[in-house]
């Protein structure tokens, strides 16, 4: 009987590991197409100015992502869509695999398959970090492993070399994540309060302040170029999150507590709730290090961004790594519930409607933005036209360009203006769409005109592409999606204003949105920045 039932489990965990190859072979070619098959989202485009114009450190982020973006377009050199965002794509299947690494640590190879089936099918892995290009990309990876260091050192001894070198190693991923993105932090929030309430042993071993030191160490540039820059990017972070004595808004709370259920799929979301009171009301056996390691590592950072939701706007995929973190119990509890009666008509149900889930929004999400297949009334005015439709955020960038560079040329031709003539904005979107698909193709500059706040980087873009020049002429483009006219943001500082072109985007053969065309001639004054 013991043989037979040997024999069974060997059989059992080739066909999870089968079915795990195929799950990583399967979401990797999808991934891969749409990531280039779409045009870039509003914050893709912008964060490709990372690439561009590297730095220590950026005005919203760290470093790590315009790194990551130059290494694999070959320095823009493969200046693609895809090409930007591979690192995605290969992220996305690492992180497929530490997850079930994961699962199959805490529990055995079926927690660890499910672990990874539901990591796939999270909107905020499989879609945000897992076909575009954002911070939350290299966050993701770096948070993923560092769990599953920080498991396997607190399930050793303190004292052994395996503890050790895990600790050293946990010190070095969560300062990569610090330069990805700031909200990595609280896996060390996670760690040393786990320490000073469950084990206070390691209070007395090196590797831990070494292990600091490492992720200090890598967050380094991050604060020398602050310190350089006045601060400006913890500043900017700061006025998000701190209270300024505006009163409760529930609207905000009830935004980032729904955005947090669909961003990680609602029957993802169902199952990690399902499984945190089963965890609480001891239905799920995980030995005692886990339990707790799990919840610190995961619900600090959730209820943080709760609590700044009463009184500032947030965005629900701030707290995705904590999430991913708690698909881990899901998949417990997945693997625990199936063994009864109960279980095994319940829980797949809900693994099964994940999975829908995700195929669907994938697949009616990439075809709406290219071809529009729901089609919506849109009754807005000719100048407004699409101001509604997201998906035109993702749509009809590309087509830009050749109609734009008509109307130049025959300007030029004109000499109606000059060929060094730059592209002016007073936002950062939809100036770096403006900036990627149009200008720097075409050889053109780019400048942005406003505050700190709306121009963020191009602040010092302005500066190292020469700045502003008194009576020099500029083109400025805006769209119907996010209609400004020139004079309502450039008040008296142009000799003339003077409408150029309209250039209209269609889709299915139907106007989508538009495109304005507008001559600044003669700058009469030199903006701050």
């Known amino acids: 009987m013991e043989k037979e039932r040997t024999k069974y489990l060997k059989i059992n965990d080739q066909i999870i590991r089968r079915g795990f190859i195929t799950l990583l072979v399967i979401s990797f070619a999808i991934r891969a197409v749409l990531a280039f098959w779409l045009e870039f989202g509003n914050d893709e485009v912008y964060y490709v100015l990372y690439a561009r114009y590297p730095d220590w450190s950026h005005f919203d982020h760290p470093p790590m992502l315009g790194w990551l973006m130059q290494l694999t377009s070959l320095n823009l050199l493969l200046n693609y869509e895809g090409f930007l965002r591979f690192s995605s794509l290969i992220f996305m299947t690492i992180n497929t695999l530490f997850v079930f690494r994961i699962g199959k640590l805490v529990k055995n190879e079926k927690t660890g398959f499910y672990a990874a089936l539901l990591y796939s099918t999270s909107f905020y892995s499989a879609i945000i970090t897992g076909i575009f290009i954002l911070p939350d990309t290299p966050q993701n990876l770096c948070w993923i492993v560092s769990i599953w260091l920080i498991l396997n050192l607190f399930l050793s001894e303190p004292e052994s070399p395996k503890a050790r070198k895990f600790m050293l190693l946990t010190g070095l991923t969560i300062g990569l994540g610090m330069i990805s993105k ?268 406003g505050s700190l706040d709306r121009i963020h980087k191009y602040y010092w873009v302005n500066k190292e592409s020469g700045g502003f020049q008194l009576n020099s002429d500029y083109y400025y483009l805006t769209t119907s999606r996010d209609y400004k006219h020139p004079e309502q943001i450039f008040p008296q500082l142009f000799d003339q204003i003077i409408p150029s072109d309209t250039i209209t985007i269609e889709r299915n053969g139907k106007p989508a949105k538009r495109v304005f065309v507008y001559l600044l001639k003669g700058l009469k004054v030199l903006p701050n920045n």
């Open 182 to 449: 700031y909200t990595s932090i609280y896996l060390w929030v996670g760690v040393l309060v786990y320490i000073l309430f469950y084990d206070r042993r390691w209070l007395k071993q090196s590797s831990l302040y070494i292990s600091l030191l490492i992720s200090f160490i890598c967050f380094l540039p991050v604060l020398l170029w602050n310190f350089s820059n006045d601060f400006v990017s913890f500043g900017f972070h700061a006025n998000r999150i701190v209270w300024n004595s505006n009163p409760i808004r529930f609207d905000f709370l009830l935004t980032e507590f729904f955005g947090g259920i669909v961003y990680n799929n609602p029957a993802n979301y169902l199952l990690i709730v399902i499984s945190v009171i089963a965890l609480f009301r001891h239905k799920i056996q995980l030995e005692k290090p886990v339990k707790r390691l799990l919840l610190l590592l995961s619900l600090p950072l959730i209820v943080t961004f709760l609590f700044f939701s009463l009184f500032r706007a947030t965005l629900p995929h701030w707290t995705g790594p904590a999430y991913n973190t708690l698909l881990i119990l899901a998949a417990v509890w997945l693997e625990t519930g199936s063994t009864g009666e109960s279980g095994k008509g319940r829980i797949p149900v809900l693994l099964k409607l994940s999975v829908a889930m995700v195929i669907i929004v994938i697949t009616i999400g990439s075809l709406q933005v290219k071809f529009g297949i729901i089609p919506f009334k849109d009754t807005a005015p000719f100048h407004r036209i699409g101001k509604d439709d997201v998906t035109m955020d993702m749509y009809g960038w590309r087509d830009v360009k050749p109609a734009f560079e008509k109307t130049r040329n025959r300007l030029i031709a004109e000499g109606k203006m000059k060929p060094d003539c730059a592209l002016i904005g007073e936002n950062w979107f939809p100036l770096a769409d403006f900036d990627y698909y149009v200008a720097r193709p075409s050889g053109m500059k780019v400048f942005a005109m």
